[in-house]
């Protein structure tokens, strides 16, 4: 049985306590998105601010949520700020694949081969941190609550920078 | 005197563990626990008389027909209605306001009218109102919510003025408040207005009687008073029903159906299309059986006590770091206490509770418009039933202490 420790890890109290990059940013340059989880209320604000060489130069984070989902989105802006805007796409995907770890373990065979060939078994991406997140999936109520900012982030993204 | 211990002991899902520790059931606001005598009663229907019913000529489908409307007798009794047929079955309360808006609404509504709801509402009386609206172009006008949790009724003569329906709840989901139901359905009535009445949070927890209530519409949903999910239902008084057009269109519905049209049957079937939920009608009628048992006045009494027990101990407990909203005093509120715990998020605080086996719901408890009132997202909700008892009250308050091991800065 999954205990509360693995879910509450220390570094995700210190990034709930303390979020990095909590405001917002003037749009335009940068463009803002906006994320909810209908089940619990959570929404999550995200400003990205691209440059023309497609470097994220600047993140803000706002809204409100639980600690899971506000942790998330404290060290999600963390690892993008810098980063181009495909490295923080390869970063959606990567944690993704951490966040399905419970589904593959559900659906078996299946969907641990999907997760070796998806973009996220991408050998260079460095989750960091966000590795702390990994104990989510345990709960599967609360991975929505952990993805919330990414796929508020891949709509940010979208905007900024059209694929 | 009641024995509650007793009451507990027959319901076996309070017998489970989980996470290792016995199960602390606080969320009978969303749903109920069910007693042996319900799931025994519709085990008993699928093993001796199952068979589809007003069908059949023979000896298992005149009693599963005799089991279905006898239950819709119990039903009409329950709540004091004037007539069997005046109860129709959906299958939740959520139905039954969809069948309201959809057959009355749609008949009676349109350009220049108006429906008043309250900001206390739960989703499913705004959401089809909302929907309506925005096909008949009439205004929704709503009753706002003071602080502590009551219906502002300054201005209710206004809001009802050419109005058509005041459509509101007998009780919050959310504050627990007890509306004066009696007084708005005479405000309504002064103003040539119906009022619909939403007790899925009342029925199963003090006696109902429609006819004092005064209201023209009632609805209720069967999980949420001992009875299985998937039955609920509307009541209404005979004259509105029979002038309401159908709202599901198939079998049972009809008397004569032809190439060029058809006739509806007579009210209720006339709103009950298709195959009905004859087991889950028979496990509401189990409910009904041992709610009479233990009397509603009982009921409302062990529920008022515990209610005054729970806001006692957690105040003492945890003093100022817990918020908990609605009316303060619990003779005049159900037992539904929402609270704010410290800074501590309640999808949090429900987690750290689950860990000790206790469950209570966190969110927005499907009523977004009171949460943006009262200023906060989301709360934590416990709410009380015929089976609670002071031991699970004092297991919440001291589980919530661990909220504040972990998350406090
Ligand atoms: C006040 C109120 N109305 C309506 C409903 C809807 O009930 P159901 O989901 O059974 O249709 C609920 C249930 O949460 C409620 O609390």
Redesign the pocket.
């Known amino acids: 049985m999954p205990g509360l420790e693995d879910l509450y890890r220390e570094i995700i109290l210190d990034h709930y306590r303390s979020p990095r990059n909590r405001g917002e940013l003037d749009t335009p340059p940068a463009v803002r998105a906006e994320g909810f989880n209908p089940l619990c209320g959570d929404e999550i604000v995200v400003y990205i601010d691209v440059d023309d060489n497609s470097i994220i130069n600047d993140v803000a984070i706002g809204g409100q949520g639980c600690s899971i989902s506000q942790s998330s989105a404290s060290m999600m802006s963390a690892a993008i700020k810098g980063k181009t805007v495909s490295e923080a796409r390869k970063l959606i995907g990567a944690f993704k694949g951490l966040m399905s770890i419970h589904e593959g373990e559900l659906d078996g065979d299946a969907a641990e081969s999907d997760r070796d060939h998806g973009p996220e078994a991408d050998p260079d991406i460095r989750l960091g941190d966000l590795e702390a997140l990994k104990g989510v999936v345990k709960f599967p109520v609360r991975i929505k609550c952990a993805t919330l900012s990414w796929n508020t982030l891949a709509q940010a993204l979208g905007e900024a920078s059209p694929v | 005197m009641t024995d509650w211990a007793a009451v507990k002991k027959d319901f076996p899902l309070l017998r489970r563990q989980v996470h290792g520790t016995p199960i602390v059931y606080l969320d009978s606001?969303?749903?109920s626990q069910k007693p042996q005598s319900v799931i025994d009663a519709m085990s008993a229907y699928y093993e001796t008389v199952n068979a589809n019913v007003h069908r059949g000529s023979y000896e298992i489908a005149v009693k599963a027909t005799e089991a279905l409307e006898q239950v819709r007798a119990k039903v009409a009794r329950f709540i004091n209605a004037p007539a069997t047929n005046e109860v129709v079955f959906t299958?939740?309360?959520?139905?039954?306001?969809n069948l309201l808006a959809r057959s009355w609404g749609g008949a009676n509504l349109g350009p220049g009218d108006a429906v008043v709801i309250s900001e206390m509402?739960?989703?499913?009386?705004i959401v089809p109102w909302h929907m309506l609206a925005a096909e008949k172009g009439f205004e929704l006008r709503w009753i706002s919510v003071t602080a502590d949790g009551h219906l502002d009724l300054s201005d209710l003569d206004q809001l009802l003025d050419g109005a058509k329906l005041l459509s509101i709840?007998?009780?919050?989901?959310v504050l627990g408040t007890l509306n004066p139901v009696p007084r708005l359905a005479e405000a309504a009535h002064r103003h040539d207005a119906l009022i619909a009445v939403?007790?899925?949070?009342y029925v199963p927890h003090i006696a109902t009687d429609v006819q004092a209530m005064g209201a023209d519409f009632m609805?209720f949903?069967?999980?949420?008073m001992l009875g299985p999910?998937g039955i609920?239902g509307l009541w209404a008084h005979a004259e509105i029903l029979e002038s309401m057009p159908p709202f599901l269109g198939g079998g049972e519905m009809i008397l004569q159906v032809t190439k060029e049209g058809f006739t509806t049957n007579e009210i209720p079937w006339k709103f009950e299309a298709g195959t009905p939920m004859v087991a889950e009608a028979v496990g509401l009628g189990a409910a009904i059986d041992y709610l009479e048992n233990l009397g509603m006045d009982e009921v409302r009494r062990h529920e008022v006590e515990l209610t005054g027990y729970a806001m006692r101990s957690l105040t003492e407990r945890h003093g100022d770091k817990i918020t908990i909203h609605g009316p303060s005093e619990p003779a005049e509120r159900g037992g539904v206490l929402s609270f704010v715990y410290d800074d501590v998020h309640p999808h949090d605080v429900a987690q750290v509770l689950d860990q000790a086996g206790v469950c209570v719901r966190a969110g927005h408890?499907?009523?977004k418009p009171l949460l943006r009132t009262l200023g906060v997202p989301a709360t934590s909700r416990a709410s009380l039933y015929v089976y609670n008892d002071e031991s699970d009250i004092d297991c919440l308050a001291e589980s919530l202490d661990s909220a504040s091991d972990i998350f406090s800065l």
């Not at chain 2, 509402?121 to 009386?125: D, L, M, R, T, W």
């Not at chain 2, 949903?221 to 949420?224: D, E, F, P």
Request: glycine share 6%; aromatic share 0%; charged share 15%.
């Open positions: 606001s969303n749903t299958k939740n309360a959520t139905e039954a306001m509402e739960h989703h499913a009386n709840t007998a009780m919050s989901n939403d007790a899925s949070q609805v949903t069967g999980h949420k999910m609920g408890h499907c009523a």
